[in-house]
Each structure stands twice: as structure tokens, then as C-alpha cells.
């Protein structure tokens, strides 16, 4: 079964590994440290012997990466596989900001029924069924998501259960949160964040999240 290093160690840009399978464009491996679209969070940008990755996506517990044609990668064979940092240290700053207000919009408007998330390198979002729009409630979320952050708490990343791939997070303070994504070491790396309130259609509420050093939202 694929080891997933990034589990293991989020932060490994660069891994040694071997060639599972090849099958055309489609190539597994017996490691990884690229990340695959899960749980909202996109795909890594990365290379696997040198060629790009040109996607990458879940089947089971594998992953499966698409590379351009003529990549001559053969089962066995040795392979140095690399990861596009910035872009995943941006994906992992927000994914984390987004647990972080999922969890306070849980604890302090629930119940309420998250419906969608998606994690982009420039902004993550979290949409809601709610009939009231969150406005009201916006500048208190961020100031108490902030303070989360600001506190520069321990988070606590391991598996629930090993042979299902299941893991989770945790933080002092919350319940422990079932996650398969890739996390931070501590609340402090997120930074500041800033919220936005999007309204995307009749009992639905969105809350982008953007990162206070990097573009911020477009007026
Ligand atoms: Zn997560």
C-alpha cells in the first residue's frame, strides 16, 4: 500500500522513492510526499523524476499521478519526487485557517450544517445552510480565529485508525476533528486571516478566508 509521507511529515519537500506501477500516463509510487484533491484541499504541484505532475488523484487508498507522455518511467525504477513548497505551505496555512473557523462557527452559531469546502493556494472557502446571512456575526469569528491563531497552539496530527488511512487533528480546546489532509505544527503558522462574506444563493452562506501577507481579496 502507498506510504503517505506527507502524513507522516507535511513539510518534506523532497523524497527518494521507487516506481510502483506504470500504466500509459498513469504512475504510482511506493511513497509520496504529493499530495492528492481530498477533503477539499488541492492537489500538490510536484515533479516525479523530473517530469511534472500533471494531476493527481485519489483511487482507494493509492494515488495516482498523471505525467506527460513520453516519461519512460518503468515499475522499479529509483525516483526523486519534489513538491512545489510555497504553493503547499499556502494550501496548508489555509486548510488550517479553514479548520479553524469551521470549528468556532460550529461552537458558536451551530448547529449549523457545513454544505461545501474548497482550499486554493490564494484563499479558502466554507459554505454554510443558513437562512440568515453571517455578517452580523463575521467580525467576531475573525477576532475570536485570530486569537486561535495568535495563541500559537501545539496541533496534534495522527491516525484514528492506521489501516483505514482515517487520522485526525486536534488542539487544546476543541474535540479532536476527523481530517486526512495535511497539517500544520502549530495555530502561529496560519497568520493573520482575513474574512469575507459571500452570498451564493437563497440559505446558503459562504465565508472566504484569505491569508493577511499574501493578495488579499479583490474589492
Ligand atoms: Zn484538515
Same mark, same amino acid.
Given at each position: 500500500m502507498l506510504r503517505k509521507i506527507f502524513w507522516e511529515d507535511p513539510y518534506l519537500t523532497h523524497l527518494d522513492t521507487e516506481v510502483a506501477t506504470v500504466d500509459g500516463d498513469a504512475v504510482t509510487l511506493a511513497s509520496t510526499i504529493i499530495y492528492a484533491f481530498s477533503g477539499g484541499q488541492e492537489s500538490d504541484h510536484g515533479t516525479i523524476g523530473g517530469h511534472d505532475v500533471l494531476a493527481a488523484r485519489k483511487e482507494g487508498g493509492d494515488i495516482i499521478y498523471t505525467l506527460p507522455p513520453a516519461h519512460g518511467l518503468a515499475p522499479g525504477m529509483k525516483v526523486a519526487t519534489t513538491i512545489d513548497w510555497e504553493r503547499r505551505y499556502r494550501l496548508m496555512r489555509l486548510h488550517f485557517a479553514a479548520e479553524i473557523v469551521l470549528e468556532i462557527v460550529y461552537r458558536d452559531l451551530g448547529p449549523i450544517e457545513k454544505i461545501g469546502a474548497h482550499i486554493a493556494a490564494d484563499k479558502a472557502r466554507i459554505d454554510f445552510a443558513r437562512g440568515a446571512p453571517v455578517t452580523p456575526e463575521l467580525s467576531a469569528l475573525s477576532t475570536r480565529a485570530n486569537a486561535v491563531i495568535a495563541a500559537d497552539l501545539p496541533i496534534t496530527s495522527a491516525f484514528s485508525d492506521e489501516a483505514g488511512g482515517r487520522r485526525f487533528w486536534q488542539v487544546p480546546g476543541f474535540d479532536p476533528?476527523?481530517?486526512?489532509?495535511?497539517?500544520?505544527?502549530?495555530?502561529?503558522?496560519?497568520? =493573520? %486571516?482575513?474574512?469575507?462574506?459571500?452570498? %451564493?444563493?437563497?440559505?446558503?452562506?459562504? %465565508?472566504?478566508?484569505?491569508? =493577511?501577507?499574501l493578495p488579499g481579496p479583490a474589492a
Amino acid at each position: 500500500m502507498l506510504r503517505k509521507i506527507f502524513w507522516e511529515d507535511p513539510y518534506l519537500t523532497h523524497l527518494d522513492t521507487e516506481v510502483a506501477t506504470v500504466d500509459g500516463d498513469a504512475v504510482t509510487l511506493a511513497s509520496t510526499i504529493i499530495y492528492a484533491f481530498s477533503g477539499g484541499q488541492e492537489s500538490d504541484h510536484g515533479t516525479i523524476g523530473g517530469h511534472d505532475v500533471l494531476a493527481a488523484r485519489k483511487e482507494g487508498g493509492d494515488i495516482i499521478y498523471t505525467l506527460p507522455p513520453a516519461h519512460g518511467l518503468a515499475p522499479g525504477m529509483k525516483v526523486a519526487t519534489t513538491i512545489d513548497w510555497e504553493r503547499r505551505y499556502r494550501l496548508m496555512r489555509l486548510h488550517f485557517a479553514a479548520e479553524i473557523v469551521l470549528e468556532i462557527v460550529y461552537r458558536d452559531l451551530g448547529p449549523i450544517e457545513k454544505i461545501g469546502a474548497h482550499i486554493a493556494a490564494d484563499k479558502a472557502r466554507i459554505d454554510f445552510a443558513r437562512g440568515a446571512p453571517v455578517t452580523p456575526e463575521l467580525s467576531a469569528l475573525s477576532t475570536r480565529a485570530n486569537a486561535v491563531i495568535a495563541a500559537d497552539l501545539p496541533i496534534t496530527s495522527a491516525f484514528s485508525d492506521e489501516a483505514g488511512g482515517r487520522r485526525f487533528w486536534q488542539v487544546p480546546g476543541f474535540d479532536p476533528v476527523p481530517c486526512g489532509g495535511t497539517h500544520l505544527k502549530r495555530t502561529g503558522e496560519v497568520g =493573520a %486571516i482575513t474574512l469575507k462574506r459571500r452570498n %451564493i444563493g437563497k440559505g446558503k452562506e459562504r %465565508i472566504e478566508i484569505f491569508l =493577511a501577507d499574501l493578495p488579499g481579496p479583490a474589492a
